[in-house]
């Protein structure tokens, strides 16, 4: 049967005219039936674009035991915020007061002379997060009303702290915050090389996790020290030897503390995870040099990894043939200047050898020098520049090649596939995000296959017989995260949940933990279990931001407690060894900003769209759509209309979202654009 909202013009209320809650629009009458009944009024403010409007809603409002309970102790009234602006504002107000915060949904409840006493936003259905459930409030204020009516005010205050005591804690350690977040930032500043760029001593491994939540720790605190350490790190590596200054991308490591001299085999994963830092560098500042290198290391990979079937081989080998026909490590790479006279002529060799860093004794062996940037020739001319490195690269092409492991490994690709995505949305390079999502078919594809569960490696095409660890399933749904974000395409945000649903069942124990085999996996002596971070995100780690991710797109509250109680452990393990579990402090951060929840009703591609996957916001979800199918794509897009026929954007966080917006500037500010 539909309540009196059935009779009013707002989309809001209508939306909610067949709830068996047995709503009033506000009105004289509403207070007055308070009044006779001697029963408080429970006042729900929101608009019909509202994420978490519609999640409460969902949840409690279309429940029949949640309506029978508040229609026999209440008048319950809705408003529109859009209608009645006047209305909103003055209860916004008093719940600012006295929560500190405010949004939408607003549940304010109020005496029968709309005086508000009990205040808050989103209540869930069970006790989460710290909040009480909506059930337990309800019965709260129905007792202090019964039975304190003079001390209604003191008595919430009570309430308040009596249902926050109650309220379930999830996983063993709790989350990570403030404070462990804070000591993990000094422990990297007392490992940090000032001189030299990076963490410890030789040899000397590139540090993508930890820039990455340095990069995130700077965009949500604005602690100028943090983004320091990133940026010099990551200039130190793109002018070192450790960077491909011909062909782009990284070697593995840097066996002295300066980068001068890499062990030269590259890997897939570390490319991934450079190529995206760096394009989140560029992102944070704008630096000419983070875009060039996040574009070249991408352009390596697909020139040089990319298999015939769309996937990314493992790695290129640091040894090849000289040319004496020896295998030897870095022949590929090295340089004499004599070498350097043969390609290059007499001035054209000595300004490359000045540029380059090489040197007559040579910084590597017999003589060879690794290409990298010192920065003491000077001025230069870029134009120059340009050609020398095009001509030095044409000779190396000539040189015997690395060999190439071209096995395809699930978690790496899943790194690649996100990297791709995101630098070829920032830089405008489709091509890019083609290769990701070429990539991520065929792990769909080849990876899923018939039996749907990931299976770890894959070479010309053909399944391999491992089953797929946590690390794939974290990898593979970060990617596939990222692809949706940047495509607007919802099946790879489908893809993912079921990646994480798999998580939730074989790969998890109990108060949150997290195991790296599934539960039906081949038993060994030892269930492995490794939750630190070390040249890839560990499987626990990896999991947990896919987690906080998915469930920031989809409202999921498993996915969301799965990603809380995984998180337990970076709150052990943070402020004691910050360099071993730099992506679960990236993940942490998400987790204290929000995550962010960005949908863009409009077009994939448009201004709002690069607005919002620009946005700084740590760990932030951006949907994009525009027609009546975008809801069906993803569940932010739901009830999204756009505002006078303008793209508009969303925000929404901690359940409570943000006024609508069409102006990319304000949608920036509001991301840390």
């Known amino acids: 049967m539909a309540n009196r909202l059935a009779q009013t013009t707002s989309p809001y209320l209508l939306q909610h005219a067949d709830n068996p809650v047995d709503w009033w629009p506000w009105s004289p009458e509403a207070f007055e039936e308070a009044r006779k009944r001697d029963v408080p009024v429970l006042l729900s403010v929101g608009y019909a674009s509202c994420h978490w409007c519609h999640v409460m809603a969902h949840e409690s409002f279309e429940d029949d035991e949640t309506a ?21 504002a003055v209860y916004m107000e008093a719940v600012q007061a006295a929560t500190g915060q405010g949004g939408w949904p607003m549940t304010v409840f109020l005496t029968p002379d709309a005086e508000p006493f009990y205040f808050g936003t989103y209540f869930p259905p069970e006790p989460r997060h710290g909040s009480p459930s909506f059930q337990q409030v309800l019965e709260g204020v129905t007792v202090a009303w019964t039975d304190r009516r003079e001390e209604v005010a003191e008595v919430a205050g009570r309430i308040v702290a009596d249902l926050a005591g109650r309220s379930l804690v999830h996983g063993g350690d709790g989350v990570p915050g403030e404070s462990e977040v804070a000591q993990a930032l000094l422990g990297l500043t007392r490992e940090y090389d000032e001189q030299h760029g990076g963490f410890g001593g030789a040899p000397k491994f590139p540090p993508a996790m930890a820039v990455e939540f ?54 897939l994963y570390d490319n991934a995870l450079l190529c995206r830092v760096y394009a989140h560098l560029w992102r944070a500042t704008g630096s000419d040099e983070a875009r060039r ?65 090489v040197t007559e004794e040579g910084t590597f062996e017999e003589g060879a020098s690794v290409l990298r940037l010192p920065g003491d020739a000077g001025p230069v001319d870029a134009a120059r520049v340009a050609g020398v490195r095009a001509r030095l690269l044409a000779a190396r092409e000539e040189r015997p090649h690395p060999g190439r492991d071209d096995k395809v490994v699930a978690a790496w690709n899943g790194l690649a596939i996100a990297a791709l995505a995101e630098t070829g949305a920032y830089f405008d390079r489709p091509d890019l995000v083609e290769r990701a999502t070429e990539a991520a078919d065929l792990l769909v594809r080849v990876h899923l296959g018939e039996v749907a569960r990931l299976t770890r490696t894959s070479k010309d095409g053909r399944a391999g017989d491992n089953a797929g660890v946590l690390e794939d399933y974290g990898d593979v749904a970060e990617g596939f995260l990222a692809l949706a974000a940047v495509t607007g395409e919802g099946a790879w945000l489908e893809f993912a949940g079921f990646l994480l649903d798999i998580v939730l069942e074989q790969f998890t124990g109990e108060g949150g933990q997290l195991y790296d085999t599934a539960h039906d996996a081949e038993q060994l002596i030892r269930r492995p279990q490794d939750p630190t971070d070390s040249a890839t995100p560990s499987g626990w780690t990896a999991a947990a931001g896919a987690l906080l991710s998915y469930a920031a797109y989809t409202g999921s509250e498993a996915h969301r407690t799965a990603a809380e109680g995984a998180l337990g452990v970076v709150k052990a393990l943070g402020p004691r060894v910050p360099r071993f579990v730099g992506w679960g402090l990236a993940v942490a951060e998400a987790l204290l900003d929000g995550p962010r929840e960005v949908a863009v009703a409009g077009p994939v591609g448009g201004e709002l769209h690069r607005t919002a996957l620009l946005g700084r916001a740590p760990g932030a ?31 929404c966080r901690h359940f409570v979202c943000d006024a609508p917006t069409t102006d990319a500037g304000e949608l920036a500010a509001k991301l840390g654009g």
């Not at 915020?81 to 006047?86: C, L």
């Not at 130190?236 to 980068?259: E, H, N, P, T």
């Not at 979800?621 to 303008?646: C, Q, T």
Request: proline share 5%.
């Open 68 to 88: 029978a309970y508040l229609n026999a102790h209440f008048v319950p009234v809705k408003v529109d915020r859009e209608e009645r602006p006047d209305v909103d």
């Open 214 to 267: 340095l990069l995130r720790h700077y965009a949500r605190t604005g602690a100028e020290g943090a983004l320091q350490m990133a940026a010099d790190t990551c200039a130190a590596m793109a002018r070192g030897g450790i960077y491909d200054q011909l062909g782009g991308g990284f070697a593995r490591y840097s066996v002295d503390r300066k980068w001068i001299v890499p062990h030269f085999e590259k890997m």
């Open 293 to 357: 290198i996040a574009l070249e290391t991408a352009d390596f990979m697909v020139r040089e990894l990319r298999t015939a079937e769309g996937g990314f081989a493992s790695a290129l080998d640091a040894d090849s043939e000289d040319a004496d026909g020896k295998h030897v490590e870095g022949a590929y790479y090295v340089w004499t200047p004599e070498q350097l006279r043969e390609v290059l002529g007499e001035d054209d060799a000595a300004f490359a050898a000045a540029y380059f860093g």
């Open 621 to 651: 979800v951006v949907a994009a759509g525009e027609g009546p199918g975008a809801g069906a794509e993803f569940p932010l897009l739901v009830d999204r209309p756009l505002m006078g026929g303008e793209p508009t954007a969303y925000v």
